[in-house]
């Protein structure tokens, strides 16, 4: 058995015991895992792009083929119904031939309906996972996405197994060739959508493989969060101030988050990069178990207080500067969430394996994690200082608009802004940047 198939073994190990104590918990005799079916576009012919269901994929690395099921009860070897049609119209999945086939009794179905067939004849003891509840309704599984299950489920998934490590490693290193890749294309002129063709061709990966849509932005177009547009215009040098891309790659079906802003010349912005670059690394190592992760937004938040007054962009105390909600404006969204099987992975907010919610503070509404931070845990850090029109105006309206330096402000609106974001490990003796040490 080769080293990665041990280390898959002990993570199905790891998923079998999870499952077996929330089956014990909750009375149930088992879990339906279905890998989900495809969505119709509306008066078409053709369909939405698949998407696995991640409880599916978190057994195994199998993301393209609708209409599979696994079947675990935590004890015997999981069943897994795959699923392979005789059809001419599409590529039919290919017979499984990895590290993972011997784990599983693998059974095949050529139409969807014949998992009837498989099912246990107490298939109302066994709970359905999954994003279709009318096929469970259909099928006889009367218990569709318990909530105390998911909630267990969800808790857990934030401790990875040493498997799941490695495939967010691979999935940085991945990741990784493609910014560079994007980096370069962006120095010798290329527009957005050259850029982002240069990524994808690096890491191998179309947009309906990629993690999330790839965010590859010039100039005023960094200052939207979640800008996709991917502008197919080359920008004259004379006009190129900077990029921006926030893109990742999926491994296994676990996910890479990486973000990077480049200046294309040197200057004001380049050493706001630099400062906000060294923050991010300072923040990193306040990483500690115990540690709440909202703790360490707060933190964040008073280092980039001490920049903005450093830049002489604002003229308030940092103090004064959180609690009026002014670091708010240029850092709008949170420092980061759990990564994993999902970039925006379950359980941040949870505070036990019952999902006793904590909501985000009142004071950062857009964070995505208030967990207590512990050993095995994966998080992104993603500071952030951009220059955004809709939350600039009101700062300009109000009181504290009168301690902002605007004639700076409008000298770096060209620019858009800034976004650095590291996938890091929690570990019992410290962190790993798997970003870093990818060579990003």
């Known amino acids: 058995m080769s080293s990665y198939s041990q280390l898959f073994a002990q993570h199905l190990d790891t998923l079998q015991q999870r499952t077996h104590d929330i089956l014990q918990q909750q009375g149930l005799s088992g879990l339906a895992i279905h890998s989900g079916q495809t969505h119709r576009i509306f008066l078409d012919d053709q369909d939405y792009p698949f998407k696995v269901n991640p409880h599916f994929k978190a057994w195994l690395p199998v993301l393209d083929n609708p209409h599979c099921w696994l079947l675990v009860d935590g004890v015997n070897k999981p069943i897994l119904l795959f699923y392979r049609p005789v059809d001419f119209w599409h590529k039919v999945a290919d017979l499984p031939n990895a590290f993972w086939v011997e784990f599983f009794d693998i059974r095949f179905l050529t139409r969807p309906e014949q998992v009837a067939d498989h099912l246990p004849a107490n298939k109302q003891e066994w709970a359905y996972l999954g994003g279709h509840l009318e096929v469970a309704e259909l099928l006889g599984l009367t218990q569709p996405n318990p909530e105390a299950v998911l909630n267990y489920l969800h808790y857990h998934r934030a401790y990875k197994t040493p498997y799941e490590l490695e495939c967010l490693r691979e999935a940085n290193r991945i990741g990784v060739r493609g910014h560079i890749a994007a980096k370069d294309s962006f120095m010798a002129g290329a527009s957005e959508f050259e850029i982002n063709l240069a990524y994808m061709k690096a890491v191998g990966q179309g947009a309906n493989e990629a993690p999330y849509g790839n965010i590859v932005a010039i100039n005023r177009n960094a200052a939207i969060l979640h800008y996709t547009h991917l502008s197919a215009v080359r920008v004259p040098d004379a006009e190129r101030h900077s990029f921006l891309i926030d893109a990742g790659v999926d491994f296994h079906g676990y996910a890479s988050d990486i973000t990077r802003t480049w200046a294309w010349r040197r200057g004001e912005f380049a050493d706001l ?44 105390s940092v103090d004064e500067m959180i609690n009026t909600g002014v670091t708010n404006v240029f850092f709008p969204h949170g420092l980061g969430h759990f990564l994993g099987l999902q970039v925006h992975d379950a359980g941040g907010f949870m505070q036990d394996e019952r999902g006793t919610h904590l909501a985000a503070p009142e004071l950062f509404p857009y964070l995505r994690c208030t967990r207590v931070m512990e050993v095995g845990q994966v998080f992104t850090i993603e500071p952030g200082l951009y220059f955004i029109d809709s939350l600039l105006e009101p700062l300009r309206q109000g009181e504290q608009g009168k301690r902002v330096n605007w004639n700076k402000v409008e000298a770096l609106r060209p620019f858009g802004g800034i976004r650095i974001e590291d996938n890091i490990v929690l570990h019992a003796n410290g962190v790993e940047n798997m970003t870093r040490q990818a060579g990003l």
């Open 273 to 316: 990069i630099a400062a906000l670059d060294e923050q991010q690394q300072e923040i990193i190592k306040e990483i500690k178990p115990g540690r709440r992760y909202s703790e360490l937004h707060l933190q964040m938040h008073h280092k980039l207080a001490r920049l903005l007054q450093a830049t002489e962009l604002v003229d308030m």
